[in-house]
């Protein structure tokens, strides 16, 4: 059965960085691209971008262009996000999911930015 | 493309047909899901391409639509539906709706 199991939750210090990740199972890894969504407590979605686990190409919202680092590990069938430079503002929960539908999510990992 | 969901809030009872809708700001295509969320979970998927229903969803889920206006249809609500719902667009770029919260009177 698919599965896309996200790392636990995350409190980091303003300005720094944190990596989330997202293990795929149960299909085949490079079949799929994986997406990262966004969001902040009691508001919508936000797509924050893709990446083709194949080829390595990512494709961003251009409101986190300069935030987000989408990459992935073949070997171990796991993506990666990466989000820089941390504000409040980035204190949201973070989900992965994969292909054009969005069929399977991960179970969102919650960020919390605070000093 | 922006999308515009209304209502925001919706209160109904178990046994109503309920309709929510999804307006895009450009034609969409078709190219549009709709998803549901419980409180504390990650999206579900609903329908994908206006109008197919994803494996193992009820059959009393049902969208429909065309250019730029879409609509979900629970055709009776049933207590479990209690969530709140999103459409989203992948024609020109990729957006969500800003949700329905359907709450069961």
């Known amino acids: 059965q698919v599965n896309l199991l996200q790392s636990g939750a995350a409190l980091v210090k303003p300005g720094a960085s944190v990596k989330l990740s997202c293990k795929a199972s149960?299909?085949?890894?490079?079949?799929?691209?994986i997406h990262w969504v966004k969001q902040s407590h009691g508001k919508s979605l936000e797509w924050i971008g893709y990446i083709n686990p194949n080829s390595g190409y990512t494709n961003y919202n251009e409101k986190f262009k300069s935030k987000a680092t989408l990459t992935v590990d073949k070997s171990t069938n796991t993506a990666y996000m990466e989000l820089s430079r941390l504000t409040s503002e980035d204190s949201a929960t973070y989900y992965c999911?994969?292909?054009?539908?969005?069929?399977?999510w991960g179970q969102g990992v919650m960020v919390t930015v605070s000093s | 493309i922006q999308l515009t969901q209304s209502p925001s809030l919706l209160s109904a009872s178990v046994g109503d047909r309920v309709t929510l809708s999804c307006k895009g700001s450009?034609?969409?295509?078709?190219?549009l899901a709709w998803y549901q969320q419980k409180l504390g979970e990650a999206p579900k998927l609903l329908i994908y391409?206006?109008?197919s229903l994803q494996t193992g969803i009820p059959s009393r889920f049902s969208g429909s639509g065309s250019g730029t206006d879409y609509t979900l249809t629970i055709s009776s609500l049933h207590s479990e539906d209690l969530a709140t719902y999103y459409c989203?667009?992948?024609?020109?770029?990729?957006?969500f709706g800003s949700g329905t919260k359907l709450e069961i009177k």
């Open positions: 450009q034609n969409i295509n078709n190219y």
């Open positions: 149960g299909y085949t890894f490079t079949d799929y691209y």
């Open positions: 989203y667009q992948y024609n020109n770029g990729l957006t």
């Open positions: 391409k206006t109008n």
């Open positions: 999911t994969r292909g054009t539908y969005f069929d399977y």
